[in-house]
């Protein structure tokens, strides 16, 4: 009875915001990059910073965080491979510092594809991907040391960033290089803010890959994703003011709790029944109107199971005596 009360609402929901994003990508593979997503400021630098590289004739440096081979790892380095096919098109050498042997080996078969694609195999050097360390401070300081060496004029720190990361975006920033940065761990993005010149927040860095390569498979699925966003704020919204109202009624019966209706059930619940627990059948009446109680909202009841006697009644089986006890 609970799913044909209240369990249809969970799955049209899901099964709606499903059909957003399906209907996005098939949005995106039909209108192609005429499908908007807003201007993010810190990608639209990249041209810029590389631009800036090229002239002063330095380096520029990506790092994608410290964590280990996973979703956010791979975000990243596909964000710098856009990177570094900007820089092979102008001859911009390139740093990529790693803290992982696996995401060591991705980024050098990425970035090596990004050249052979441009048609420049012989401008990759095999020594612009580089394992430092694994080691937390030993990675930031070789970095470190890397940035004021090197004096290179743009930095990317796009990635899963700890207390290292002010050390990275200081140490940028101290010799005047433009810095791009962007971080899954919230603790550390107010630090790239206070250093760096732009920096990617919250959705922004795993809406970088969409915004800049355009696949209609990310475009769709970013698109839906903010329409299945609207759609929860508007079913909170309305819940909210429907509850609302709803509480403003005057009713003269309520429903009646599962003490008054077994008091022989109700001494066998445990507290957390009891705190839950409330008749689907009874229904208990004043003599004058009175507010509607919560529990008997519409909206209440949507999210809520409505518990009768029958269901709260657990029946264990007696275990069988052992062999030889009882005789």
């Known amino acids: 009875m609970q799913w044909l009360d ?10 709606t915001m499903v059909a957003f994003i399906l209907y996005n990508i098939h949005r995106a593979e039909k209108r192609g990059k005429d499908l908007f997503i807003r ?16 002239e002063m004739g330095r380096p520029v440096l990506m790092v994608p965080g410290i964590g280990d081979l996973n979703a956010i790892s791979v975000q990243a380095i596909n964000i710098y491979a856009h990177v570094t096919k900007a820089a092979a098109q102008f001859g911009t050498p390139i740093r990529l510092c790693v803290a992982n042997a696996a995401v060591y080996t991705v980024a050098q078969e990425v ?9 420049v195999p012989e401008k990759f050097d095999t020594d612009s991907v580089r394992f430092l360390t694994d080691r937390q401070f030993a990675f930031a300081a070789t970095v470190s040391g890397l940035i004021f060496r090197e004096r290179v004029a743009a930095a990317f720190f796009l990635g899963e960033f700890f207390a290292e990361s002010l050390i990275f975006a200081e140490s940028a920033n101290s010799i005047g290089a433009i ?9 550390q993005t107010p630090f790239f803010i206070a250093a760096c010149d732009y920096v990617l927040i919250g959705d922004e860095f795993y809406a970088a890959s969409a915004y800049l390569t355009r696949q209609p498979l990310l475009v769709g699925s970013l698109v839906g994703q903010d329409w299945c966003k609207l ?3 508007a079913s909170i919204s309305i819940g909210f003011l429907w509850l609302s109202v709803d509480r403003t009624r005057m009713v003269n ?3 009646a709790p599962l003490e008054a209706a077994s008091p022989e059930v109700w001494a066998a619940l445990t507290d957390d029944q009891k705190g839950d627990a409330e008749s689907a059948e009874g229904w208990a009446k004043t003599d004058k109107p009175e507010l509607i109680k ?20 657990v029946e264990r089986q007696k275990k069988p005596a052992p062999a030889g006890e009882g005789q």
């Open 6 to 15: 209240t369990g249809w609402f969970g799955m049209l929901f899901v099964i």
């Open 39 to 54: 201007r993010i400021p810190g990608l639209n630098a990249i041209d810029d910073a590389i631009g800036r590289a090229t």
């Open 111 to 119: 970035i090596r594809d990004v050249y052979q694609e441009q048609g």
């Open 179 to 187: 810095q791009v940065a962007g971080s899954t761990e919230k603790s």
């Open 231 to 233: 759609l929860i704020t």
């Open 253 to 255: 019966e309520h429903r």
């Open 294 to 313: 919560k529990s008997d909202t519409f909206v209440h009841r949507l999210f809520n199971p409505m518990y009768n006697e029958k269901q709260l009644i």
